[in-house]
């Protein structure tokens, strides 16, 4: 083996000196040459946001030729990412990105990581424990009181709402409801009427939209937790011809819903950062053994009909 390794070694020294001079551009170092394995454990690549979240995390990535960047996917379960994390631990990672799927099961992975001496950065949503290194995020509550504002503007404070919610382990759902209740509270003629859960996805959506609309013969307001799901609800509201009869918002910033909001089919959504690029950009930062902030917050910006014309989404 040894034997075998030092012939390679002496045939590459010979290939590259009876080489050509190499070609201008940035070098890529072999596979051997790169410096740090990042394991980004991703709760899931189901959804327009998951998708462009990896491939924006990829292309900053690839700015780096000094890191290799392997991407899990926990496929939408809590035990797939629990075990994408033990599996990175085994492989020891240099730096562990982490989007968890709920909170409370992906906490003592997280720790366990940090304790073994893995740098690791939380990002989108959150955990129970701040053993880690750095939160890279959006403030979602911030985004509720937005939404909360935004409904109670259009509704001239008074109204009857349907909120559907994301998953209900997972913070981002926690915080978008906190925020968002907080400001219809102020307004004593704007009502909560029906709220559930629909994970986060389009389908189960457009059952907890029909069964409002069953259920209430007048809706004012949708506010739904991400666009997928506000896409979900005009869907159901459009089958029966209700659609013109309320407002509705969702979060995100998907291009989808951006097109929807332009042509006057949905109201308004936020646009919810992923913070991928910055979580490279900080991991570097991290494994050159500079010090970085244990919050890093994102911001975001609300798309309607007549603003952030020139936001076109993903
Ligand atoms: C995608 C997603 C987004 C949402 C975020 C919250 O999986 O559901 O739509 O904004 O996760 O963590």
Known sequence: MKKLLIVCIFLAGFVACKGKEPAPGPVQPAEGAKKWVVGFSQCTFEDPWRINMNREMEDEATKHPELKLIIANGENKNAKQ?????????KQVDLLIISPREAAPLTPGVEKAFAAGIPVIVLDRA???DQFTCFIGASNLAIGEAAGKYVAEKLGGRGKIVEIEGILGATPTQERRDGFHKVIAQYPTLEVIYQQPADYKRSPAIQVMQNALSAFPRIDAVYAHNDEMAIGAYLAAKAVGR??????????GQGEA???I???????????PNGSREAIQYGIKVLKGESIPKKIMLETVRVTKDEALDYQGF
């Open 82 to 90: 629990v075990a994408d994390v033990e599996n990175f631990i085994v």
């Open 127 to 129: 955990i129970q424990s």
């Open 243 to 252: 659609e013109k009869e309320m407002i509705l918002v969702g979060i995100d």
């Open 258 to 260: 951006v097109k929807m």
């Open 262 to 272: 332009r042509e006057g089919l949905l109201s308004a959504t936020f646009v919810y």
